[in-house]
């Protein structure tokens, strides 16, 4: 897409044959007749990203005033993008004040039209430049922050343990509700560490029936049961010289939790159906969302085993605990999407209104920021003209129906059950069409059925 240029000066002939110029090089260009309308103008573009404006040239004797010096005061209003000024006055005090106050250049008039392109260009690539670097900044500062996002005193203080005890070898016990980001803390630890080159390999307790989960830790001989065609390495094997993350520990079995700790004593172990002992080195990281000293109490979970994992404990709060975390978080999965769409060559940005931001920092999300993300990028599925409302993240959370619960079916109206049914999929159909601006499309989505579905019904119902 060509760049965007507001051109602000009072001459009406200047402004035409500069704009002519600019259009022939293949820029898009608009042009002003006074600061006033040029500073309301990059505003109001300003507001609507897609419609901004890449580049301003201004002339700095311009109505209301003529005084290069009042102008010189507005400059930092058209800070955020590169600004080339203007001058019927080769003076270069002034135009020493122009850049001081942010202008990439300045021109003298009359203007010399290849100059000016010349310019232009190399203020444009360079503005591009610092973009790209800004990114780039963006994604190092995400991972100085481990993948952590949010500036609560809880994610600090968890960033500062990440970064003491990543160089050790110690165990790292991670405890805290489900949602909370306890695998990434274990892979920033990981990363963090002299293991870094070497595997990270990620075991979820729970996942893995417990009649498998011996010979998917340990591996296992050809014929050491049923089905075992060949040897197979466990995972204990494929994380030898890295990291071993043991997440939901407290779901592992006694019986297992017997034999994982002799592996973390003696630093072997034996595959199923093997008689050869097989050794590894590997630093154990787990967690879990379970009170494990109540589970030790209860008979679920070893002490000996705890004491064995436990050397460093860090723990995870939930967010309706750090609810100043909420905002940077959907920003950030917001970013992410955007990236995600821009991948597959989708040209419109997905954003939040005020209303359903304030409904996220609202809520109190019992499934921590896992709950969160999920919400956000199902209510991204399906909002209209690429912005998040209220009204999708209702209907995904089942909290309302399209026409906000206007219509019901009353346990004593006098209709027949059939034609209160037909009378609410009418109105539902109706206020989805209506919502969707007739796209039949959004409106089978918003309805939870399919195009060809949405259309059989219309006939039916004749509502075209």
């Not at 209104?353 to 956000?376: D, H, I, M, S, Y």
Request: hydrophobic share 40%; proline share 4%.
């Amino acid at each position: 897409m060509s760049a965007r240029i507001l051109l602000v000066d009072d001459e009406v002939a200047f402004c035409e044959l500069t704009s002519l110029w600019l259009q022939q090089a293949g820029y898009q260009v608009e042009t002003c007749f006074n600061l006033n309308d040029g500073l309301e103008k990059f505003n109001r573009a300003s507001i609507n990203e897609e419609q901004d404006f890449n580049l301003v040239i201004h002339d700095l004797a311009l109505p209301p005033s003529f005084r290069p010096e009042d102008t010189l005061a507005q400059l930092h209003h058209f800070n955020t993008v590169p600004m080339l000024v203007l001058t019927g006055h080769n003076d270069k005090a002034l135009a020493i004040k122009a850049i001081e106050q942010g202008a990439w250049d300045f021109i003298s008039k009359p203007v010399d039209p290849e100059l000016l392109k010349i310019v232009i260009a190399r203020a444009l690539d360079k503005h591009s430049l610092l973009q790209q670097v800004s990114k780039l900044e963006e994604q190092l500062n995400t991972q100085t922050n481990f993948g952590l996002i949010g500036n609560s005193p809880a994610i600090q203080n968890t960033r500062e343990l990440i970064q003491r005890i990543s160089a050790t070898q110690v165990p790292v016990f991670i405890q805290g509700p489900s949602g909370t980001g306890k695998e990434i803390i274990a892979n920033a630890i990981h990363q963090g560490s002299d293991r870094k080159l070497q595997p990270f390999i990620s075991v979820h307790c729970g996942a893995i029936p417990a009649d498998l989960l011996e010979s998917e830790l340990f591996g296992y001989k050809k014929g050491a049961f049923t089905g075992a065609e060949k040897d197979r390495k466990g995972l204990l094997a494929t994380a030898d010289g890295g990291t071993l993350f043991l997440d939901e520990i407290g779901e592992m079995p006694l019986a297992m939790q017997v034999k994982l700790l002799r592996v973390l004593q003696e630093g072997n172990y034996y595959p199923v159906g093997s008689r050869e002992l097989e050794s590894i080195d590997i630093r154990l990281l787990s967690a879990t969302n379970r009170d494990v000293p109540t589970e030790i109490k209860a008979g679920k979970f070893r002490e000996d085993l705890y004491y064995r994992i436990k050397g460093l404990t860090i723990s995870t709060t939930g967010l309706s605990e750090r609810k100043e975390d909420i905002t940077p978080l959907v920003n950030y999965f917001l970013d992410l999407f955007n990236a995600k769409h821009n991948s597959n060559n989708h040209s419109e940005k997905l954003k939040i209104n005020a209303e359903a931001c304030q409904w996220f920092l609202n809520t109190p999300w019992p499934g921590n920021v896992r709950e969160l993300k999920n919400t956000l990028e199902s209510a991204a599925a399906i909002c209209l003209n690429g912005v998040i409302t209220l009204q999708e993240i209702q209907l995904i959370r089942g909290e309302t129906t399209l026409e906000n619960e206007a219509v019901k079916i009353r346990n004593d109206s006098a209709e027949p059950l059939e034609d209160q049914v037909r009378n609410l999929e009418i109105n539902l159909i109706n206020t989805a069409l209506e919502k969707s601006q007739g796209n039949k499309t959004h409106s089978a989505q918003l309805l939870g059925i399919t195009r060809q579905g949405l259309i059989n019904k219309i006939k039916r119902y004749q509502l075209d």
